[in-house]
């Protein structure tokens, strides 16, 4: 099994930075793929940023260029720096593990409990 530990989310003004980890611990060794993914109240969930074992990066349309994902592998740890924040980024963020990409984001994935993101205007 593998758990997921979200963090640094928090309220931040419009234009700003907000930094979230997730740590995973467990049989982390069988990880390739991270992603972070959000909600917002009365949406429905959505990818906001992917990586490979490899570190390569894929982003959501609404986010590229203001947010990066990256990865520790050494501490089991993926990072989502999200600059330029807007409004409409206020969300959960879960972060999401998985073995295979057929997998991630899905319920064969592992998935954290959230950290909440609040944007103001």
């Known amino acids: 099994q593998v758990q997921l530990v979200e963090s640094g989310g928090g309220l931040v003004q419009a234009g700003g930075s907000l930094r979230l980890s997730c740590a995973a611990s467990?049989?982390?060794?069988?990880?390739?793929?991270f992603g972070w993914y959000r909600q917002a109240l009365g949406k429905q969930r959505e990818l906001v940023a992917t990586?490979?074992?490899?570190?390569?990066?894929n982003y959501a349309d609404s986010v590229k260029g203001r947010f990066t994902i990256s990865r520790d592998n050494a501490k089991n740890t993926v990072y989502l720096q999200m600059n330029s924040l807007k409004p409409e980024d206020t969300a959960d963020y879960y972060c999401?593990?998985?073995?295979?990409?057929?997998?991630?984001?899905?319920?064969?994935?592992?998935w954290g409990r959230g950290t909440q993101v609040t944007v103001s205007s």
């Open positions: 990586i490979t074992s490899g570190g390569i990066p």
């Open positions: 999401n593990a998985a073995a295979r990409w057929a997998l991630l984001g899905r319920e064969g994935g592992y």
């Open positions: 467990g049989s982390t060794f069988s990880i390739n793929y």
